[in-house]
Nanobody, 121 residues
Framework: QVQLVESGGGLVQAGGSLRLSCAAS????????MGWYRQAPGKQRELVAA???????NYADSVKGRFTISRDNAKNTVYLQMNSLKPEDTAVYYC???????????????WGQGTQVTVSS
């Protein structure tokens, strides 16, 4: 089995910063794309940022220039550095990873349990 464990959420004032981490563990042969999603109350889950195994990144327009996604392949970990936070960034943030568990096996998408980020005005 595979687990994704997130950390780093919390309460911060507008303009502040937080760094989220997500570590994958378990039966892992390789990891393809990794990403961060968020879901605010009453809204659908949306993609915040994603990064491929080769390091290509894409971001939601609402976070471009403020958030940076990175990964440490040796540690099977993805990070989200969030700067200049706004109240509208308040949401539960979820980690997602496409993981291959065996040679020539399929890539399966896994989700973390979510971490709350609250930005006060």
């Amino acid at each position: 089995q595979v687990q994704l464990v997130e950390s780093g959420g919390g309460l911060v004032q507008a303009g502040g910063s937080l760094r989220l981490s997500c570590a994958a563990s378990g039966s892992i042969f390789s990891i393809n794309a990794m990403g961060w999603y968020r879901q605010a109350p009453g809204k659908q889950r949306e993609l915040v940022a994603a990064i491929t195994s080769g390091g290509s990144r894409n971001y939601a327009d609402s976070v471009k220039g403020r958030f940076t996604i990175s990964r440490d392949n040796a540690k099977n970990t993805v990070y989200l550095q969030m700067n200049s936070l706004k109240p509208e960034d308040t949401a539960v943030y979820y980690c997602n990873a496409d993981i291959v568990s065996r040679w020539y096996g399929p890539a399966v998408g896994y989700w973390g349990q979510g971490t709350q980020v609250t930005v006060s005005s």
